[in-house]
C-alpha cells in the first residue's frame, strides 16, 4: 500500500492503477505466460513437464506395465488375436546369443497398439527390453538374457555323461522310460484335448473345469519346460505355437489365485527363462496384472479368487478366509514378474504378506491354515504341513536359496516354523515310522496327507543353511520322512500312495476309508526321492521312483493317456477318467531329473515353484541388487 501514501496520488481502481496501466499490465503478463506455457514443448528434455498439462498416453499391454496404484489395472476389452512369432532355439541349444538383438535408443520406445503378440514378442528379442520401469517415462526397462545365462554356473541341459560307459545303461534307459511317458502323455493330450485344460483320456475328450476363470491350455503351459528339457523338440515347438497363436489373455470368469500363479505364470515364466522367448515373458507380466486386484483387501492379504472380468476380489465371498498355501505361494513368481518388468508392484505385494505374518501372533509359533484379509486375525487354530499350509513353507525356504542366500526373513521364518512343527506336530509310530501330523487347536490328528510327502524334500533342501548342530540331524529327519511316505506307497496294492494316511489302531501308513484311498498322479513322493537322491546318491531312491514307474505303467496308463485311480487297495482299480496338468508338470519331471546327472537344471542355479516350474537363483540381478533385501 505504499502509492495509497504518497501525497496527491488518488488511485483509480483498489490496485491503485488506472484504466490505461492496467491494460498495459494484463497485456505483458499474458505474454509472459504465452511464452512460458510454449516453452514446455518447445524447449528440449521437457518430457516432465508435460506430464504435468497432458493427459498419459495409453499403455501397451506387456510393454508398459501397470502404474503402481494398488489395485488399479488399465481396461482392456479386447487382447488382440495372436500372429506366430518367429521360431526359438531347439530344446538343447543354450546358448541363444547367436541371435540378432535389435537395441532401442534411450526414450525410443514406440507406444502404439501391437497387433498381436508378433510384435510384442519381436519388439526387443534375446536381451529383452519391453517394460518402462514405473516413474522413469521415456527409459524403457531392459532385462538381459544373455547376461543372466552368463552367470549359470552349470548348463542349463547340463552336461551328458560318457553314453558309452556300462554302468550309465540302465539308468540311460529308465530315463529314456520316463521321457517315453511323457511324449504318450502329450500326445495324447494333443490328439483328444489340444487347448482344453486338461485331457480326459476314457471319454477321449478335453475338461475345461472352473478353476482358471476362462484361461485355457493349463497343460500347454504347464508341459513346456518339462518338454524342453527332456529334450522332445517338436512337441515343445507345438506348445510354443500354441501360447502364440491361441492362448488369449481376454477373459472373465472367476479363476484361483493359487492356480493360476504357479502353474499360468510359474509356467511361462520358466519357459522365457529356458529359452529367452519374449511371448512368454510379455504372457507372465499381462497375466501377472490381471491377479492384481486381488489383494485390494483392507490387509493386502489377497482374496483366494479374482474376477477377470469386474477386476474385484468379489464382495460375495467378503466373509471368507484366504489359505495359507494359496496367499504365502506366491512370493516366488511375483519376485520375477518384477525383476522382468521393472515393476515394482509386484515385489511390494508379497512384501507385505511377510510384514503382515511377521506382524500377527502365531500359537505356539505354528501358522495356521485360515487368515482373514480383511482383519489380519487367524480365523482358526487349524495346522497342517500337507493341504492349506504346504506350499507356504516350501516358499519360504525357497525364498531364501533363490535370493543367492541373501533374505534373511525369509530364511530365519522358515527356521523357525520348522521348529514348532518339530515341536509340536512330529510324531514317531509304534512302528517306527516318523510322521508330521495334522494339529486343530492343540488336539493331533495322527496322519499325513499325500500333499505332506514334499516335506522331506524340503527338509533335506534346508539342511545346508541350518544351525550346524542342526544340519546332519535335518537330513536324517528328510530321510526318516520320506521313508514314511514311500511306506504308503509299498503297503497298498498297487504301489501307488492313498490321498492321506493314517497311524492309529495298529494300522500304519494306510488309508482308513475309501475316501482317502484315491490316487491322482500327484507328485510329492517322487520330489522328495529326487532332493534326497541329489543329496545323498543313495540308490534306494532311485530304486523308489522306478517302483513309481512300474505302477504309474500298469495302473495308470490307458489307450489314450495317464489316468488318476479311486483305490489303491485294489489290484483292479477303477480310473478317474483325468490326466492331470501336474502329471506332466511334475511327476514326470521329478522322475526325470531323479535318473538324470545332477547339473541337469543344477539345484545352485535354479528352484522349483511348487508346480516343479524352474526359476533362476539370483546370482546377481540386473540392478546388481538380490531379491530379498529390504
Request: hydrophobic letters at 35%; aromatic letters at 12%.
Amino acid at each position: 500500500m505504499l502509492m495509497r501514501k504518497v501525497p496527491g496520488f488518488v488511485p483509480a481502481s483498489p490496485w491503485g492503477l488506472r484504466l490505461p496501466q492496467k491494460f498495459l499490465f494484463l497485456l505483458f503478463l499474458s505474454g509472459l505466460v504465452t511464452l512460458c506455457f510454449g516453452a514446455l514443448f518447445l524447449l528440449p528434455h521437457s518430457s516432465r513437464l508435460k506430464r504435468l498439462f497432458l493427459a498419459p498416453r495409453t499403455q501397451q499391454p506387456g510393454l508398459e506395465v501397470v502404474a503402481e496404484i494398488a489395485g488399479h489395472i488399465p481396461a482392456r476389452e479386447q487382447e488382440p488375436p495372436p500372429n506366430p512369432a518367429p521360431a526359438v532355439p531347439a530344446p538343447g541349444e543354450d546358448d541363444p546369443s547367436s541371435r540378432a538383438s535389435p537395441r532401442r535408443r534411450k526414450g525410443g520406445l514406440r507406444r502404439t497398439r501391437p497387433t498381436g503378440p508378433r510384435e510384442e514378442a519381436t519388439a526387443a528379442r534375446g536381451n529383452g527390453i519391453l517394460a518402462s520401469r514405473p516413474g522413469d517415462e521415456g527409459v524403457p526397462f531392459r532385462f538381459d538374457f544373455n547376461a543372466f545365462r552368463s552367470r549359470l554356473r552349470h548348463p542349463v541341459l547340463g552336461t551328458r555323461a560318457d553314453e558309452s560307459q556300462e554302468p550309465q545303461s540302465r539308468v540311460r534307459a529308465q530315463r529314456e522310460k520316463i521321457k517315453e511317458m511323457m511324449q504318450f502323455a502329450w500326445q495324447s493330450y494333443k490328439r483328444y484335448a489340444m487347448g482344453k485344460n486338461e485331457l480326459r483320456p476314457l471319454t477321449k475328450d478335453g475338461y475345461e473345469g472352473n478353476m482358471f476363470g476362462g484361461l485355457s491350455g493349463a497343460t500347454v503351459i504347464d508341459s513346456l519346460d518339462t518338454l524342453y528339457l527332456m529334450e522332445l523338440k517338436e512337441e515343445f515347438q507345438e506348445a510354443k505355437a500354441w501360447v502364440e497363436e491361441s492362448f488369449h489373455l481376454n477373459v472373465s470368469g472367476e479363476a484361483s489365485l493359487f492356480e493360476v500363479n504357479i502353474r499360468y505364470i510359474g509356467g511361462l515364466l520358466s519357459a522365457f527363462y529356458l529359452t529367452g522367448e519374449e511371448v512368454f515373458r510379455v504372457k507372465a507380466i499381462r497375466l501377472g496384472e490381471k491377479l492384481l486386484p486381488a489383494f485390494n483387501t483392507p490387509t493386502g492379504i489377497p482374496k483366494g479368487v479374482v474376477s477377470f472380468k469386474s477386476g474385484s476380489w468379489g464382495w460375495a465371498t467378503a466373509g471368507s478366509s484366504s489359505i495359507l498355501a494359496e496367499f504365502g505361494s506366491l512370493h516366488l513368481e511375483f519376485l520375477h514378474l518384477t525383476e522382468l518388468s521393472g515393476n515394482q508392484v509386484f515385489a511390494e505385494k508379497v512384501r507385505n504378506i511377510r510384514k503382515v505374518l511377521r506382524k500377527i501372533e502365531k500359537p505356539f509359533g505354528l501358522y495356521p491354515n485360515f487368515l482373514s484379509p480383511v482383519s489380519g486375525n487367524w480365523v482358526q487354530h487349524h495346522v497342517s504341513v500337507g493341504g492349506l499350509g504346504d506350499s507356504f513353507y516350501e516358499y519360504l525356504i525357497k525364498s531364501w536359496l533363490m535370493s543367492g542366500k541373501t533374505d534373511m526373513e525369509a530364511k530365519n521364518m522358515y527356521y523357525e516354523a520348522l521348529e514348532a512343527i518339530e515341536t509340536y506336530l512330529l510324531n514317531v509310530s509304534p512302528g517306527g515310522l516318523t510322521y508330521i501330523a495334522e494339529w486343530r487347536g492343540g488336539i493331533l490328528d495322527h496322519k499325513m496327507g499325500h500333499l505332506a510327502c514334499f516335506s522331506g524334500g524340503m527338509i533335506a533342501l534346508g539342511a545346508e543353511d541350518a544351525k550346524e548342530e542342526k544340519r546332519a540331524h535335518y537330513r536324517e529327519l528328510a530321510a526318516q520322512i520320506t521313508k514314511t511316505c514311500h511306506e504308503s506307497y509299498a503297503r497298498s496294492d498297487t504301489k501307488l500312495g492313498p490321498e492321506a494316511f493314517w497311524f492309529n489302531s495298529g494300522r500304519e501308513a494306510v488309508a482308513t476309508q475309501l475316501s482317502e484311498s484315491y490316487y491322482i498322479l500327484r507328485p510329492e513322493v517322487v520330489e522328495s526321492y529326487m532332493y534326497l537322491w541329489r543329496q545323498t546318491h543313495d540308490p534306494i531312491y532311485r530304486e523308489w521312483g522306478w517302483e513309481a514307474v512300474l505302477a504309474l505303467e500298469k495302473y495308470c496308463r490307458t489307450e489314450a493317456g495317464f489316468s488318476g485311480i479311486q483305490d489303491v487297495y485294489s489290484s483292479t482299480p477303477n480310473h478317474d477318467n483325468k490326466q492331470q496338468s501336474f502329471f506332466l508338470a511334475e511327476t514326470l519331471k521329478y522322475l526325470y531329473l531323479l535318473f538324470s546327472e545332477d547339473d541337469l537344471l543344477s539345484l545352485e542355479d535354479w528352484v522349483f515353484n511348487t508346480e516343479a516350474h524352474p526359476l533362476p537363483v539370483n546370482h546377481t540381478d540386473s540392478s546388481g541388487r538380490a531379491w530379498g533385501r529390504h
